[in-house]
């Protein structure tokens, strides 16, 4: 398991860079970007650096003044940790350096373009072409902006792996004088995995996109067929304009009020399953386990989708068929010599589904904003819980009331039933009025005591013995199961 290789320390848990070691030389042999931007970044952290080139005259100005950039012998020679940052494909030209390389420190930087482009890691096979030095896979999850930029613009880990503990406390200290945060991935086998860490696109964020489109789709498809097809089929009226905004702004609140609810649905999955089997130490099933740990992203996608509405809404007045429209109404009610059209009903019903929409996205921003890593570290866990859980079920039952407010009565007419199919939004309000409800029902006292005993550690059927006077004044032991 990762776990930090230095311990954290300050009064409020923030780990303090130490000192740069006086004096000490540390090697980078390339001349590339990276190679360049660690060079800048080991001069602003203290440490004197000496670059090898194969033409040093031509890349000395490459570098920062206070860096000495020789040819690769020489660097290798002043150095004792030396950063290899030069490609896979160009290892084997290092190999005129053996001797003098020898009881060196190797820090592979590498990445490879595939994953699992190779059957050895970069870092396996650098240990193979140099028996005698000790070699460590660091900085390769690190970017050069990030480098050259600072730790607070980017990433603060470096995963740091090798066979030898002393060389992996060695780099985790330059890297923590550097600004960063080492952690130990373990032995030298860890390196594919750490070397496959920068080339996969978004692997927690599949899932959770993979469900917005899906449910995009389907509530896309059905608006389609609901405010499109049916005018057609039945009016002859072709209402095709419809497409590119009113059916997509039509769908984004349904996919966003769909993808809140299954933030909290999992959760409420999950108590089911405590409840049922009387025990937090029972196992989830995999689906439910993966369902939890994607709800950041499952959130943040309801959030973008409904930035989304919010701005298309906006738009809806500024096309050019709203104002015909528009005009065409005003005509006809001047035909009619209709002197107002004043309806007392939809007025408020407007009013209170705007104001309760705004209120609903102030508080998805929110949740939104608290889920950033630089926000969520600055609230201790009881804000955070207070956030994510109590503010976010708030967030739904009040996206609830907008969705009810939207509808009103037209769940009730039947000319709001389109080739028999209801109202998008009734469908939408299936699964959040189930979390809803079961929120409610855990909140019993008698549930929720239940619940709470369970995630302490009592587990029913479990016997706990006690002891008792007899009526002798002796004690007896007996035993009694916990839930009695």
């Not at 923030?14 to 060079?39: I, M, N, Y």
């Not at 001047?334 to 209120?359: D, F, L, N, P, Q």
């Not at 009025?433 to 909140?443: H, L």
Request: aromatic share 10%; hydrophobic share 45%.
């Amino acid at each position: 398991m990762a776990k930090p290789l230095l311990g954290q320390g300050g009064a409020a848990g923030e780990r303090s860079p130490p000192a740069a070691p006086a004096g000490r030389t540390v090697g980078v042999l390339g001349s590339g970007d990276f190679a360049r931007s660690l060079a800048v970044r080991l001069v602003r952290s203290g440490f004197r650096v000496v670059v090898g080139s194969r033409n040093p005259k031509r890349k000395a100005s490459l570098f920062p003044a206070a860096a000495e950039v020789t040819f690769q012998a020489e660097a290798a020679k002043k150095a004792d940790v030396i950063f290899v940052a030069i490609f896979r494909e160009h290892y084997s030209t290092l190999c005129d350096l053996a001797d003098v390389l020898v009881g060196k420190i190797l820090v592979d930087v590498s990445n490879n373009t595939e994953i699992n482009h190779h059957k050895e890691s970069n870092a396996e096979y650098l240990a193979s072409l140099f028996p005698a030095c000790t070699v460590v896979k660091a900085f390769n999850v690190v970017s050069a902006w990030t480098l050259q930029s600072g730790a607070r613009d980017g990433n603060k880990q470096v995963l740091i792996c090798s066979n030898n503990q002393e060389a992996k406390r060695t780099i985790a200290e330059i890297a923590q004088v550097m600004g960063f945060t080492p952690v130990d991935m373990g032995c030298m086998s860890s390196a594919c995995e750490i070397e496959n860490i920068p080339l996969r696109l978004l692997p927690a964020w599949k899932i959770p996109i993979f469900l917005a489109l899906m449910l995009f789709l389907c509530f896309f498809t059905y608006n389609l067929i609901r405010q499109v097809i049916h005018p057609y089929i039945r009016e002859q009226k072709n209402k095709l304009y419809k497409i590119p905004i009113e059916v997509v702004n039509t769908t984004l609140p349904c996919v966003s009020y769909v993808m809140l609810s299954l933030v909290y649905l999992p959760g409420v999955l999950a108590a089911c399953s405590q409840l049922y089997y009387g025990t937090k130490y029972r196992r989830f099933p995999d689906w439910l386990d993966q369902w939890l740990q994607h709800r950041k992203q499952i959130g943040l996608l309801s959030f973008f989708c409904a930035a989304l509405h919010a701005v298309y809404s906006l738009c809806l007045p500024m096309r050019r068929s709203h104002r015909y429209l528009l005009i065409e109404t005003a005509v006809k009610q001047a035909m009619e010599k209709k002197m107002t059209v004043w309806v007392e009903e939809e007025v408020w019903r407007m009013e209170i589904y705007i104001s309760v929409g705004i209120i609903a996205l102030g508080l998805l921003s929110l949740l939104a904003i608290t889920s950033l890593p630089s926000i969520a570290n600055s609230l201790n866990w009881r804000e955070f819980s207070f956030i994510q859980s109590s503010l976010g079920f708030i967030a739904l039952v009040i996206s609830t009331l907008h969705t009810l407010t939207y509808g009103w009565s037209r769940a009730f007419d039947e000319h709001q039933y389109k080739f028999y199919l209801p109202p998008t939004y009734t469908l939408t309000l299936l699964v959040p009025c189930t979390v809803i409800i079961a929120r409610v029902i855990f909140s019993l006292p008698c549930i929720q005591h239940r619940l709470l005993r369970i995630r302490r550690g009592w587990e029913k059927g479990r016997y706990v013995k006690f002891v008792l006077p007899s009526a002798t004044g002796e004690f007896s032991s007996g035993e009694t199961s916990s839930n009695v």
